[in-house]
């Protein structure tokens, strides 16, 4: 096998983003989930909820820990293995991790400390404002995070330099509020609420299952159904959104994501299963469904989307004049100041194909010297791989439909059939557990793999992006990298599971007084009181039928 420092590179931070990507999503969650539980006791002052922020806190903090630690290797790569798209884009790419770094970061740093010790020194108010600032500096820190990416696959707000051959910002404004970076930051969030919330249904599950932590477990199941149930939904109509949004941004992520390998008369079609073949660039054996891709993809009845072969033939005709702006460009260059102003003038007509032209540099070092055959190489290579896009994305939407019917059979259980839960459901929802971590992963293939062959969507090609390092250089650094984050994988599992086994141990005793008060009090009033809870009237809670 022959390896290449172009794979190489994509590889190792796939990886290392990938991994990284199985803590976020569940400090996202828990944090808004932690902070609701401890709202709820600061309303009713229940020692089990004081006992249950405790509890899930104690997950999330292992969770956090070992997401800083991901995080932090990842952006060292930029310099490591993208110094040309560092130095080329820097200047747009830096500023909303910077700002990531001084508003959310320590924001959220700051005050996990205070939650974990400040238990005894805050008062009850002011722990609970501690939660929600936690909660608000981690989706904060997605936020920012989410504008760079964003800016990534949609590169507004910012110009070419001819002077300094680098990318500079020209508006803020247009950078933060992108629609592509919006759109994958609320998509992105409520995916990681809908993940919290199967992870504390599923461990709840299985503590009922064990006959264990009954009171906990119950409304734990209660908290995360309800949210849960919301979160599924909106990613539903977020997706939609992202949908809509890469019609017009990214359109050959989405031809390629639903195999359209033909333009469709208006509404297209959306293929339902199918498999797609690149070579003969058709989809055997498709089912599809009429108008729906087209109603999703443009909210119109009228509107074409285009397919891939117009997109590749509109690629070629780009490179063609992305080659103008780099033979323009070569003239600024050598010129400068005594450049004629036909030569600006034409630079500036065609200088937002400069990145087609770009595209060539992967046949020929001079992109002015290509065939025609080499561009017409270089238009199909703006097609990404189109059949591990289309199975991604029905992977991530099969199981985005599953956590809706999931919460939504325990959100009507433990609020409407008196909180009783078959054994089955029971089991479903603890088999259900690494589900999410599937979609996530499956959603962010779907969002990088096919942006390629760009880093910059339409700007900068990845192969260009490159540091000048060896082979061995990376099988060196990808190899170390897989033994730290494979260990620190192993830390994570290993303690989440032996919280989980050992369960809540903090206010026990003081919980289980109350507990008994509270059932003495539903024996008195023949568990018929205004404030009785589901299977009080025996004085028991029956965990599964």
């Known amino acids: ?75 060292f790569q930029f310099g490591m293995n993208w110094s040309y798209y560092s130095h080329y884009v820097g200047d747009v790419f830096g500023a909303p991790l910077a700002v990531e770094g001084m508003m959310a970061f320590f924001l959220e740093a700051t005050f996990v400390g205070l939650f974990f010790f400040g238990w005894d020194k805050l008062s009850k108010v002011g722990h609970m404002i501690v939660a929600w600032l936690v909660a ?44 592509v970076a919006q759109a994958k930051f609320v998509h992105t969030v409520s995916a990681g609420y809908v993940t919290a919330s199967v992870f504390v249904l599923g461990v709840s599950a299985w503590y009922m299952l064990k006959g264990r932590h009954l009171e906990l477990a119950r409304r734990s199941i209660a908290v995360a159904s309800s949210f849960g149930l ?31 390998w033909e333009t469709h008369p208006a509404p297209a079609p959306f293929t339902l299963i199918g498999f797609p073949d690149k070579e003969a660039r058709e989809t055997h054996y498709a089912v599809e469904i009429p108008w729906v891709m087209g109603i999703i993809g443009t909210r119109s009845f009228n509107q074409v989307i285009p397919g891939i072969d117009q997109l590749v033939t509109e690629a070629e005709s780009r490179i063609r004049s992305g080659l103008i702006a780099y033979d323009d460009l070569m003239t600024l260059r050598e010129l400068r100041a005594e450049t004629p102003e036909d030569v600006r003038l034409s630079f500036e007509d065609h200088s937002e194909d400069l990145g087609f032209a770009l595209l060539l ?149 003081e919980t289980d007084r109350w507990m008994a008060r509270h059932e003495h009090r539903l024996r008195t009033h023949d568990g018929r009181g205004p404030f009785a809870e589901p299977g009080s009237a025996t004085g028991a809670t029956t965990p599964a039928e």
């Open 1 to 75: 096998m022959e390896f290449d420092v172009v794979d190489l590179s994509r590889l190792q931070f796939a990886m290392t983003a990938m991994y990284h990507f199985l803590f976020v999503p569940l400090t996202l969650g828990l944090s808004i989930l932690v902070a609701i539980m401890e709202t709820v006791y600061v309303m009713t002052n229940r020692p089990i909820w004081r006992q249950m922020t405790k509890f899930w806190g104690t997950l999330f903090g292992i969770n956090f820990v070992l997401g800083v630690a991901t995080g932090i290797t990842m952006e």
């Open 136 to 179: 608000i500096g981690s989706n904060f820190s997605a936020l920012w995070i989410l504008i760079a990416n964003g800016w990534m696959q949609n590169p507004v707000g910012a110009e070419f330099n001819p002077e300094t051959m680098r990318m500079e910002m020209t508006s803020f404004f247009e950078v933060m509020f992108n629609e």
């Open 230 to 260: 919301a979160a599924a939904l909106s990613v539903v109509v977020l997706g939609d959104e992202s949908g809509y949004s890469a019609s017009h941004t990214q359109k050959m992520k989405l031809a390629s994501i639903e195999a359209m």
């Open 361 to 509: 540099r992967r046949y020929v070092d001079d992109p002015r010297e290509a065939s025609e055959d080499q561009i017409l190489a270089a238009a199909n290579d703006t097609i990404p791989g189109v059949a591990p896009l289309f199975w991604s994305f029905r992977i991530m939407v099969g199981l985005g439909f599953s956590f809706i019917a999931l919460m939504g059979y325990f959100f009507v259980a433990s609020n409407f059939r008196t909180g009783r839960f078959p054994r089955w459901a029971l089991r479903v929802a603890v088999v259900m557990i690494p589900a999410p971590w599937i979609a996530a992963e499956m959603g962010w293939f779907v969002s990088e793999y096919g942006r390629q062959p760009w880093t910059v969507d339409g700007m900068l090609p990845t192969a260009l992006s490159v540091s000048h390092l060896s082979v061995g250089d990376l099988l060196l650094t990808l190899a170390g990298f897989a033994l730290f984050y494979t260990v620190l994988f192993a830390i994570e599992m290993s303690l989440m599971l032996k919280y989980i086994r050992k369960g809540p141990v903090e206010d026990v005793e």
